[in-house]
């Protein structure tokens, strides 16, 4: 349990110290307490665990060398601790601004007490305030929990007069949806914004498999920690009426079993097994979708049935993990897929990713985690909205596993460095044709088409990129490296420092 730190900055007890803020304010509505420390110790980073609020006499602290007072800064904020307030009545002296940019820098809010004011009572009052805010939670959670048993034993099983009583009691909407997406009962007002919305939720399982998703959401306003609190005891509960009401058959539970196997990159056998037993052939080619869906949307199953008739899917969070079944490993049947997923996210406020095909059901893992990659990749590169093709990010998505920054750039430098240089001198989205024009397969008449460019325009451009290349790289056999080094530039790949071990 944790209180906000802006109501400790405004209680009577901290009053006293005329507290300041003087860096990081703007972390001071967000940041939570979780407990009160006071120190003089400077090596306390270690003993800490997030959440607090440090309070430190300024005679230590300010004796450092401005380098040791950065690096105390910094010691704290990599602990995650809420705020440092440093008293400096009686040093004579005012936070030095080292001390204050190192704070701003790691976003810690830095507050100055101005005038004493005993640590003591400081701790013991917020910390009692924070344990009677625990207290009351459990008490909460512990009547709402008696109250739903005796809902099911005089009244049964039924979900919704349960989630009603949940959203009465914390005043959130309460919805419960299954691991397809399908909304299975909700109850209470839906948030007015669903973009500052607070959402709290957890897994409700039958028989040791997850077959729904218990949801919360509250306000801007809503307690978090105490929606949370009473969430870890009532789930259980929701499980056991949702066990009544309607356990789901061996097949639905193996396919959503498949389905979380494939994202945590079971082993091939488990997935042979898997399939199975949800009906599939593992021997029959797959291909996974990634697709995130809009906020609150609460019937994927649905809209995957319309998208993709013969695909399994199941939701977590935001986001759905799709396995369309293929006939072949032809690109065509692939193509059809692609086609069908971006006529569905068309318009709409899904956005998705198709991977590569799996020749059988052993390597789906792969082929999601590669549309995962992709549907970042196609994010950073072409913005918001539509489906992203693994094909279009081959080069990207094969730096990321093979390359090092060290390589790219040296890669980069070998191949197009003048041309990077030109265009940082003087503009001109030299490096952005150059891709389109390659893309193109050299066609001069579609590069100016993609590029909204006269065909004159384009003329100019590309002489003054063959005039940094050294001259036209067709025929010469560079076309390969050009297409990989702009790739490089524009492609948003996360490359690592160094080598892997």
Not at 332 to 347: F, I, K
Not at 395 to 424: I, Y
Request: aromatic fraction near 2%; include cysteine; hydrophobic fraction near 45%.
């Amino acid at each position: 349990m944790s209180l906000r730190l802006s109501d400790i900055l405004g209680s009577d007890v901290l009053a006293a110290g005329d507290p300041v803020v003087v860096a990081s304010a703007y972390a001071v509505g967000p940041a939570r307490v979780r407990w009160v420390h006071s120190s003089e110790v400077l090596e306390i980073a270690p003993l800490l665990s997030g959440g607090e609020l440090l309070l430190t006499g300024g005679h230590a602290l300010l004796a450092l060398r401005p380098a040791a007072q950065v690096e105390y800064v910094r010691s704290l904020a990599s602990r995650g601790v809420a705020a440092l307030a440093v008293e400096t009545a009686g040093t004579g002296r005012h936070l030095p601004d080292e001390l204050v940019g190192a704070a701003e820098a790691a976003g810690l809010p830095l507050v100055e007490l101005r005038q004493v004011v005993p640590f003591v009572e400081v701790a013991e009052d917020v910390n009692r305030r924070i344990v009677s805010a625990q207290v009351a939670s459990l008490r909460l959670a512990d009547e709402l929990s008696r109250a739903l048993t005796e809902r099911i034993a005089s009244s049964g099983a039924a979900l919704e007069p349960l989630l009603a009583l949940i959203a009465e009691t914390l005043d959130v909407h309460v919805r419960v949806v299954d691991t397809r997406g399908v909304l299975m009962g909700s109850a209470g007002p839906e948030p007015h914004t669903e973009a500052r919305a607070e959402r709290r939720g957890a897994e409700l399982a039958v028989g040791g498999l997850a077959v729904a998703h218990l949801e919360l959401v509250g306000d801007a306003d809503t307690d978090a920690e105490t929606v949370e609190t009473v969430l870890a005891r009532v789930r259980s509960i929701v499980a056991l009426a949702l066990a009544r009401q309607s356990r789901p058959s061996l097949e639905r539970l193996a396919e959503d079993q498949l389905l979380r196997s494939i994202a945590a990159g079971s082993n091939s056998e488990r997935l042979v097994e898997l399939a199975q037993a949800s009906g599939l052939d593992p021997d029959r080619p797959v291909v996974m979708a990634a697709v995130r869906r809009p906020a609150g949307h609460t019937d994927s199953e649905q809209w995957s049935r319309r998208a993709l008739p013969s695909s399994l899917v199941v939701t977590h969070g935001e986001w759905l993990d799709v396995l369309v079944p293929l006939k072949t490993s032809t690109h065509a049947e692939r193509g059809s897929v692609l086609t069908a997923l971006r006529a569905s996210v068309a318009g709409s406020r899904f956005t998705a990713a198709l991977g590569p095909t799996a020749s059988t059901i052993r390597q789906a893992p792969l082929s999601l985690a590669e549309a995962r990659a992709t549907w970042r990749l196609g994010r950073s590169v072409k913005g918001s909205g539509g489906a992203y093709d693994a094909s279009d990010f081959l080069v990207e998505r094969m730096a990321e596993r093979s390359l090092t920054r060290g390589v790219a750039d040296a890669l980069v430098e070998e191949a197009l460095g003048e041309l990077v240089r030109l265009e940082q001198r003087h503009g001109g989205e030299l490096v952005q044709t150059l891709d389109v024009w390659i893309s193109t397969g050299c066609n001069a008449t579609e590069t100016a088409r993609v590029l909204f460019l006269e065909r004159q325009s384009l003329h100019k451009r590309l002489r003054r990129i063959f005039d940094a290349l050294g001259g036209d790289p067709r025929g010469r056999g560079q076309l390969v490296a050009l297409g990989l080094a702009v790739r490089l530039v524009r492609g948003g790949a996360q490359l690592r420092d160094h080598p892997s071990a």
